[in-house]
Structure formats: C-alpha cells, structure tokens
C-alpha cells in the first residue's frame, strides 16, 4: 500500500471514530484536488460527490478513479458558488483547501448554506503563528511579518510558482491563515459551532497512538500545554464545525 493510500486510509478511519453513522451520510469532498481521498471513500461505499475548481486536477482524477476501480462525480466549480440546493448534505470534507482559495468566508458560507440543519464540516485550518509553516517547511515564518516571511521564503530558496491560472493560491502573502480564537469568531458568526478535534483526542484516548500516549498524558494532566501550543506552535487546526439550524 502507498503512503498516500496508507493516508487516506487512517482519515477515512478517523472520520469514522468522530462522526456516528458515517456511511449513512450524504458527502461533499470540496476541493477534492487530485481525488486520492474522494476515490477511496467511493470505493469504500461512501456517497460521496467532488468538487475541484482547477480542471488541471481532472487528468489525476481519472488516475485514481482507474486505480480504485470506481466511477464518482467530480464538478468543475469554486468553493464559493456551490452548485447545489440548500440542505443537500450531510457532511462536507475541506482538507488543506481554506488557506488556498479566493474568499474563505464565502466559502465557509457555503458550505453552511448547503449542509442540512445540524450537518457538519471538517476541514484544516493552518495556524497563523504556528512555529514550523506546513507549506514551505520553514520554522519560525509564521512569526514574522508576511512581507519579511517574503523575502525569507526567497532566501531559503523554497518559492513556489504557479504553473496555471487556475492552480490554488500557493504565495504566501495571498494564503489564508488564522488564529484559532479568529476562526472560531468567523466561524459562529456564519452559523457554525466549533469542535478542536486536536483537544478532543487528548480527551479520548482510543484515537491516541501508543507512542504519543505519554506526551498526551502531561497534555491532559497540564491543559495549559496545550492551549499555550495552540497559540504559537500548532502548524495547524483539524476542525469539526457543525451548523447550528
């Protein structure tokens, strides 16, 4: 098994820990990419449908959609028009798309406006003062100033050109990043509750891995390790929202 498929895998398996009766469930994979987590739910027996707004992907969608034996409807569109009714879906999957797109906010709304009464979101969000950047690998980036994280970028030689017009933004003065505490606020004021899945493992010990169990140990009996890593170390947030109507 790939390392990619050993990925999508342990998520798709995650998913299922966290939220009950997921087979049940209706599914948006919104910015599905290449389609290596979209073709492994379908060929899971998921209902699940993707949406990608660079055409570019679609050659490496048909790859997978090949490899996983599976036929899964993947609509051109961006995040932030949605080509569905209202209340369409249960359960919308975002992975490492918030920070790419035009207008997360817009997005985000969608996302709500199409999910049923109290359906839900996962998604990734990076931290804007995480210690080590999970784009360019760079520690302390996001520490500084996004016009000196520039010329830093350059420096170390980790730029990153895009080679389509329509390929995600991948400049870092043009990603979106956010504070936990800032996302939450934005995330309420479109409809959503907030669940930090990163804290509800501490607390549920059948998710943790046996070779973090200890660290998880000192975490859950010293909070303040924890909501302190949140702020300044975390290179990223794995969130569950769930629309509140």
Not at 90 to 115: A, F, G, M, T, W
Not at 167 to 188: P, Q, V, W
Not at 203 to 222: C, N
């Amino acid at each position: 098994m790939s390392y990619t498929k050993l990925q999508e895998n342990n998520e798709i398996s995650f998913l299922e820990k966290i939220i009950p009766n997921l087979k049940e469930k209706k599914i948006l994979d919104l910015g599905c990419g290449r389609g290596e987590f979209l073709t492994t739910m379908k060929a899971k027996g998921y209902d699940v449908i993707g949406i990608e707004p660079d055409p570019n992907k679609f050659e490496a969608i048909e790859r997978n959609k090949k490899e996983n034996k599976v036929e899964v409807e993947v609509i051109i569109a961006p995040g932030e028009k949605l080509p569905f009714q209202s209340a369409t879906f249960d359960i919308v999957y975002c992975n490492n798309v918030l920070e790419h797109c035009k207008n997360p906010y817009q997005l985000l709304k969608e996302s709500c406006r199409v999910l049923k009464p109290k359906g839900q979101m996962y998604l990734t969000v990076i931290n804007r003062f995480g210690f080590r950047d999970s784009h360019y690998h760079l520690k302390f980036l996001n520490w500084m100033p996004r016009w000196l994280g520039e010329k830093y970028i350059i420096l170390r030689g980790k730029s990153k050109h895009s080679i389509h017009k329509t390929e995600s933004r991948n400049k870092l003065s043009e990603m979106h990043y956010f504070t936990f505490n800032g996302f939450k606020k934005i995330a309420d004021k479109i409809g959503f509750e907030t669940q930090d899945l990163k804290e509800y493992k501490i607390y549920h010990p059948e998710l943790i891995s046996v070779q973090k169990k200890k660290t998880v140990d000192l975490v859950r009996a010293i909070p303040l390790i924890y909501y302190l890593a949140r702020l300044f170390y975390l290179s990223g947030f794995r969130l569950l929202l769930t629309k509140k109507t």
